[in-house]
């Protein structure tokens, strides 16, 4: 199972190439795949290393959300499991 996380797009290399913001976490993603123009400050799912297409930033923001609530209810039940 692949997980695509929404990542916003923060610099531009090249025709091909951008740097992502993927919930803090900076990289490089070809825009070979992209049948649309990106722009900085868009938000495009990727799948290994590719950005495939670009999500509405309305729904993007809300996918971040749950995905961070996901990330905050792990750590706790891991801090509970470990007693912490």
């Known amino acids: 199972m692949c997980l695509s996380i929404p990542s916003k797009i923060t610099h531009i290399e090249s025709a091909t190439i951008a740097t992502v913001d993927t919930m803090g976490v ?3 993603v070809s825009l070979d795949l992209m049948a649309e123009p990106v722009s900085i400050g868009d938000y495009v799912l990727i799948h290994i290393g590719f950005a495939m ?20 209810l792990m750590d706790a039940e891991s801090s509970q499991t470990l007693g912490v």
């Open 53 to 72: 297409t670009k999500m509405d930033e309305i729904a993007a923001l809300e996918s971040l959300e749950l995905y961070q609530e996901m990330i905050d």
């Open 26 to 28: 900076q990289r490089q």
